[in-house]
């Protein structure tokens, strides 16, 4: 039997059977605002309620960000920290440099890090996210594959269930490097589209191994003081979404003739 972790999303799990596979290494991806942090809090917040510890790495955030972030949602970030539950590794430059700062931002001494915390945490650390990866290779997007399989190969040793973001480009809407999707056991796709003059945001389970998951794309919605539920499966192709319904009909009627 498989063992599953939630995401910290019921509507989710639900269409994960269950949830995330324990040890599998789950890719979010997609452009800037549409979800991934908000996710990735949910699924530390799952195991922190729990009682487990968890660790959680931020690049482009820095740790109060994340905690105030968590705080809106009414997720206690800030207890977990102060019970020695809860590690924030992060990257940002602050006045005094503590021991779950990177300086670097490399690969390696994040791996350093994240097995330091493991060791601070002990066993019932088993989650880990790292937001994002896409800043590991902004430099050298060559190296995102590599670096991908790395990342999973090093620290499925340690035990760990893995989110690890990565953004894609708003001019080209693919990722910065390619790589994370082939060696990850999981996609979750996150989408936005500006419907009617709205942002509405989606996301696609575009794999998961070992799970017969949904295959629908779901509007989802970000809520003060509640994060991020899934409303309902698109009915229409996502193409449709994005035209105002009177210029589909006018498509569709010119389609027809054609045809
Ligand atoms: N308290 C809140 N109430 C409602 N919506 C919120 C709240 N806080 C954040 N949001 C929404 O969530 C969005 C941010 O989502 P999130 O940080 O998960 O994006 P992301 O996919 O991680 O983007 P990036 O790639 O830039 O990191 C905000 O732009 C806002 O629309
Ligand atoms: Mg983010």
């Known amino acids: 039997m498989l063992t599953r972790l939630s995401t910290g999303v019921p509507k989710l799990d639900e269409l994960l ?56 949602f009414r997720m206690d970030f800030q207890s977990a920290l102060r019970e020695g539950r809860l590690i924030i590794v992060d990257a940002l430059m602050r006045e005094r440099e503590d021991e779950w700062s990177l ?25 880990l996210v790292i937001d994002s990866m896409s800043a590991f290779w902004l430099r ?47 996609i979750i796709h996150f989408k936005r589209t500006v419907s009617n003059g709205v942002l509405r945001r989606y996301l696609i ?8 998951h949904d295959l629908r794309a779901w509007e989802l919605e970000i809520v003060d003081g509640q994060g991020l539920t899934l409303l309902r499966p698109l009915a229409r192709r996502m193409e449709d979404e994005a035209l105002p319904p009177e210029v589909v009909e006018r498509i569709r ?3 027809s003739k054609e045809g």
């Open 140 to 186: 050298a997007p060559v190296k995102a594959r590599e670096q991908s399989y790395t990342v999973k190969r090093i620290l499925n040793r340690w035990g760990f269930t893995i989110y690890a973001t990565s953004q894609y480009a708003i001019t080209t809407g693919s990722a910065f490097g390619w790589g994370i999707e082939h060696v990850a056991d999981g």
């Open 103 to 127: 300086r670097d931002v490399t690969v390696e001494e994040m791996l350093d890090k994240v097995i330091a915390a493991k060791k601070a945490l002990g066993r019932g650390c088993r989650r």
């Open 205 to 212: 389970i575009e794999k998961m191994r070992q799970t017969p």
């Open 253 to 255: 009627r010119i389609a």
């Open 17 to 72: 059977a269950g949830g995330v596979p324990e040890g599998f290494f789950v890719a979010l991806v997609g452009m800037p605002g549409t979800g991934k942090t908000v996710a990735c809090l949910h699924f530390t917040w799952a195991g922190l309620r729990q009682g487990e510890s968890c660790i959680y790495v931020t690049t482009e955030e820095s740790r109060e960000s994340i905690v105030r972030q968590a705080a809106q």
